[in-house]
């Protein structure tokens, strides 16, 4: 453990020698947020923006509108699909930016009275 902490300090480079081997073993099994749901949850998901066109047009002027910028909207779909297959009832979430993966655990709970 010595070894490696005395490393990343003077040496930062070896520390990122295996990024591309990652990078490209991860890309070269990845699939669609789509497929994903389907996989895992046996349906076809709907757009989130076709689902609930008019809040994620408030939530998206709502970000757009922000002085600071962050990430987006994200994995919306299967957030909300996850929530609904498990009928959960507590999600637990860490680091929020803008609140969007907020949102699409919400609009899922607030069906069985559920608490974020």
Sequence with gaps: MGRKIIKNIFNRNAAFKGKEKTLSWA???????EEA???LFGIE????????????K?????????????GGAGALELIFEACEYTKAKTVVETGVAYG?????????LEKRGGTL
């Design 27 to 33: 890309s070269s099994i990845a699939v669609s947020q």
């Design 37 to 39: 749901i389907k996989i």
């Design 45 to 56: 998901a709907k757009a989130f923006s076709e689902e609930f066109p008019e809040l994620f």
């Design 58 to 70: 408030r939530a998206l002027d709502q970000q757009n509108a922000c002085p600071v910028k962050m």
């Design 100 to 108: 969007w993966s907020s949102m699409a655990a919400l609009l899922s």
